[in-house]
C-alpha cells in the first residue's frame, strides 16, 4: 500500500495555497460574514491583485513592495467600480454584478490580443523573483522527516503565516472596535444603522475594499511558488471560499484560517484514500472519475456542518449563519 | 390619565385647520409628494409639526404615514417638496445626516439588532465616537475613553427602560415589547432634538404601553419634540398635545386631540362607513360625553382665539 498522500495532505497543512486560501477567505468574511455584502467575485478580486503583481514585477520592473502595493491599488478601483453603482441598492446586486465582474477579468487577461501583457491562457511564470531575492535563507533543503522545503518554499511558507496571523489580529481588533460594531450592525440591518447617523455606504465600500485587497494578497502568496493561471480564478474558486468560510465560521476571525487548512486536508486526504482504493480495484470508478468525487465528499461535508454545526468549527452557537 | 388638556400651552395662534402654522414649529414642510406609479401617496401642502411637544400622526391604513415618515427622516426620495428641521432646510438629505442633526427615528417593524447585544445596540446609538473611523479603530487608546462615556449614558438609559439586567444579553432574546423599548432607549443615545416613533405600541402588551406612554411623556419634559403614528386611539388621546389627519396621502384635520378626534370629517376619513365600530372602544353615553366635552374644548378654543 502506498500511504505517500499522508505526507501530501500532511503539507497541505501549511503549503502556501492553504495559507493564499486563508487570506482571500478571510476578506471574504470581513465582506459576506461580518458585514454581509454578498460578493460573489473574490475570485475576481484574487485574479485582479495576481495581475497587478505579476505584471508590475515582470513587465516594468517593479520592486516587491512597489508590486504589492499596486495590487492594494487594484483590488481598491476593482471595488470602488463594483461598489460604487451596487452598494446603494438591495444585496443581491452586489452578487450579480461580482460574479460577472471576476469572470469578465478571467477572460480578458486570457484574450490572446493580451499576451505580451498577460500572457494569455498561459499565465505568468516567474513572478518571485523580487520575493526570492530579498530571501534571507541560506540554499539547502529544510524541513522534517519527509517533508522538504527548499529555502525559497520555506521563506514564502514563513512569511505567508506571518502575514496571514498579523493581517488576522488586525481584523479581529477591527471587529472588536465601534468600527466592527457598526460593520455587524450593517449585516444586521441596514436602515436601523442609518438611522443612527451611520453612513452606510461608505462602511460597505470600506469593507470591499479591505477584503477584495486581502483577496489580491492571498494571490501573490498563491503564484510565488508556482506561477499565475488565469483558469485557477474562476467561479469555482469563489465557492471553494465560500465553502471555507461556512467550514471555519463566516462570522469568526480564525474560522477562515481553520476552514482552508481543514479544506485542503481533507481534499487532498479524500484524492490519497480514493486513489488507494482504485488501484487496489475496491471501487468500481476510474480515475477520470475520481476528480468530482472528492468535491461531492466536500460538499457532503459541508453540508453536515451547515445542519449540525452552522455557525463553523470556531464559531460560537449564537452567531449561526444559518440559524 | 397622566396629562389634561388643561394644562397644555396654545400650540396655534388662530383656529385649528390642515396646515394651520404654529407658534413655534420644528418641522416645516411645503407642497411635499411622493407618487408610487400614478397613486399620491403622499400629497402635503403645508404642515408644521410644534416644537417641544407629542405631535400624533394619525389616518387609515395606506393613508401614507409611514411614507410622510420615511420621506422626512430621508428614507425615501419625494416627487417634489421641501421641509425643513430647526430652521434648516434637510430635503434630500441622506438619512445618516439627518439623524446626526437631531432628528431620529424607529421603524415600524421594530430594528433591534438581534445578534449584537443590548449594550452594543445601545453603544451604535452614540455619536462622535472616534473609534467608528476604520483606522483609528485600530488604536483603542483613541476610543477607549468616548466609549466609556457611551458605556455610562448607555447604563443610564437602560435603568430608565428597566432594561440594564439584560445589558449583556444578544438582543434576539427580548420580548417584542422590550425590543421597542430598547430601540426607543438606543434613538436617545445621541440626544436627539426630535424623536420620530413609527407606531411605537404596535404588538406592546398592555403592561408595557403604560410604561411606554410614561418613556414618550418624559421625552417631552425634557424638551425634546415627538412625532409618532399610532393606531390606538386610548394612547393618542392620553398623551398627544396636537393631532393631525391623514386620508389618502393628504392633510384632512389638525387639531387638539378630543376635537379632533370627534370631527365628523376625521371619522368619515379614519373610519369609512364603519365608524361606530371602534374610536376608541367607545360605547354610545362615552360619545356622546365626549361630545359634550368636544363642545367645551371648542369654546375654550374661542375663548383663546379671542383673548
Redesign the interface.
Known amino acids: 500500500m502506498d500511504l505517500s498522500f499522508l505526507l501530501l495532505a500532511l503539507g497541505q497543512l501549511i503549503s502556501p495555497q492553504t495559507i493564499a486560501y486563508a487570506l482571500a477567505a478571510l476578506g471574504l468574511a470581513v465582506q459576506f460574514g461580518f458585514t454581509g455584502l454578498l460578493n460573489f467575485g473574490q475570485a475576481g478580486f484574487m485574479a485582479i491583485g495576481g495581475y497587478a503583481f505579476a505584471i508590475t514585477t515582470l513587465r516594468l520592473g517593479f520592486p516587491f513592495w512597489l508590486a504589492v502595493l499596486s495590487t492594494i491599488v487594484a483590488t481598491t478601483v476593482m471595488a470602488l467600480i463594483l461598489g460604487i453603482p451596487t452598494l446603494r441598492l438591495r444585496a443581491d446586486y452586489l452578487a450579480i454584478v461580482t460574479i460577472a465582474a471576476a469572470e469578465i477579468v478571467r477572460y480578458v487577461v486570457k484574450t490572446p490580443d493580451l499576451i505580451p501583457l498577460t500572457g494569455g491562457s498561459d499565465g505568468l511564470n516567474g513572478s518571485s523573483i523580487t520575493f526570492d531575492a530579498i530571501n534571507p535563507i541560506p540554499p539547502g533543503s529544510y524541513g522534517f522527516g519527509p517533508l522538504r522545503y527548499d529555502e525559497n518554499d520555506l521563506w514564502i511558507i514563513i512569511v505567508g503565516w506571518i502575514f496571514v496571523l498579523l493581517v488576522a489580529l488586525?481584523v479581529r481588533?477591527?471587529m472588536r472596535?465601534?468600527?466592527?460594531?457598526?460593520i455587524?450592525?450593517i449585516?444586521?440591518?441596514e436602515?436601523?444603522?442609518?438611522?443612527?447617523?451611520?453612513?452606510?455606504f461608505s462602511y460597505k465600500m470600506?469593507s470591499l475594499i479591505?477584503g477584495g485587497a486581502l483577496g489580491g494578497l492571498a494571490t501573490i502568496i498563491n503564484i510565488i511558488p508556482t506561477s499565475l493561471q488565469p483558469d485557477n480564478y474562476g467561479t469555482q474558486t469563489t465557492f471553494f471560499l465560500l465553502t471555507i468560510i461556512l467550514l471555519g465560521g463566516a462570522t469568526t476571525v480564525f474560522g477562515p484560517l481553520v476552514g482552508a487548512i481543514v479544506f485542503w486536508v481533507v481534499l487532498s486526504l479524500a484524492d490519497g484514500v480514493l486513489t488507494l482504493l482504485i488501484n487496489s480495484h475496491l471501487l468500481p470508478i476510474s480515475s477520470v472519475q475520481q476528480g468530482p468525487i472528492r468535491f461531492i465528499i466536500v460538499g457532503v461535508a459541508l453540508m453536515l456542518i451547515v445542519i449540525f454545526r452552522p455557525s463553523g468549527l470556531v464559531g460560537k452557537k449564537?452567531?449561526a449563519f444559518f440559524a | 390619565m397622566p396629562d389634561t388638556t388643561a394644562e397644555r400651552a396654545p400650540l396655534i395662534d388662530g383656529a385649528p385647520a390642515p396646515g394651520v402654522k404654529k407658534l413655534d414649529p420644528m418641522v416645516v414642510a411645503d407642497g411635499v409628494q411622493r407618487t408610487f406609479g400614478g397613486v399620491h401617496a403622499v400629497d402635503v401642502d403645508h404642515v408644521e409639526i410644534p416644537r417641544g411637544a407629542i405631535t400624533a400622526l394619525i389616518g387609515p391604513n395606506g393613508a401614507g404615514k409611514t411614507t410622510f415618515f420615511n420621506l422626512l427622516?430621508g428614507?425615501d426620495k419625494p416627487n417634489k417638496g421641501s421641509w425643513s428641521f430647526d430652521g434648516k432646510p434637510i430635503g434630500g438629505v441622506?438619512?445618516?445626516?439627518v439623524?446626526?442633526r437631531g432628528m431620529?427615528?424607529?421603524?415600524q417593524l421594530t430594528?433591534?439588532?438581534?445578534?449584537?447585544s443590548v449594550m452594543?445596540n445601545m453603544?451604535?446609538?452614540a455619536?462622535a465616537?472616534p473609534?467608528?473611523?476604520?483606522a483609528r479603530?485600530?488604536i483603542?487608546a483613541l476610543?477607549k475613553p468616548r466609549?466609556k462615556e457611551v458605556t455610562d449614558r448607555a447604563l443610564d438609559l437602560l435603568a430608565r427602560f428597566k432594561l440594564d439586567d439584560k445589558a449583556d444579553d444578544?438582543a434576539?432574546s427580548l420580548s417584542g415589547g422590550q425590543r421597542k423599548l430598547l430601540e426607543m432607549a438606543?434613538?436617545l443615545?445621541?440626544q436627539p432634538k426630535m424623536i420620530m416613533l413609527d407606531e411605537p405600541m404596535a404588538g406592546v402588551n398592555p403592561a408595557l404601553t403604560q410604561s411606554l406612554l410614561h418613556h414618550i411623556l418624559d421625552l417631552k419634559q425634557t424638551g425634546m419634540t415627538v412625532l409618532f403614528v399610532e393606531h390606538d386611539m386610548h394612547v393618542v388621546r392620553e398623551i398627544a398635545d396636537w393631532v393631525i389627519v391623514m386620508a389618502e396621502g393628504r392633510i384632512v384635520a389638525e387639531g387638539y386631540p378630543d376635537a379632533v378626534m370627534s370631527d365628523q370629517a376625521v371619522i368619515d376619513a379614519y373610519l369609512g362607513s364603519h365608524h361606530d365600530t371602534d374610536l376608541g372602544d367607545l360605547s354610545e353615553e362615552q360619545q356622546a360625553e365626549l361630545l359634550d366635552e368636544t363642545q367645551v374644548a371648542v369654546e375654550r378654543e374661542e375663548d383663546g382665539t379671542h383673548g
Open positions: 488586525l481588533q477591527l472596535s465601534p468600527w466592527g460594531r457598526v455587524k450592525g449585516r444586521e440591518d436602515d436601523a444603522v442609518r438611522s443612527l447617523g451611520k453612513n452606510v470600506q479591505l449564537r452567531e | 427622516t428614507f441622506a438619512a445618516y445626516k439623524a446626526r431620529i427615528r424607529t421603524f430594528k433591534a439588532l438581534s445578534m449584537l452594543e453603544r451604535l446609538g455619536q465616537q473609534g467608528e473611523n476604520i479603530a485600530l483603542p476610543w466609549e444578544f434576539a438606543r434613538a443615545m445621541s
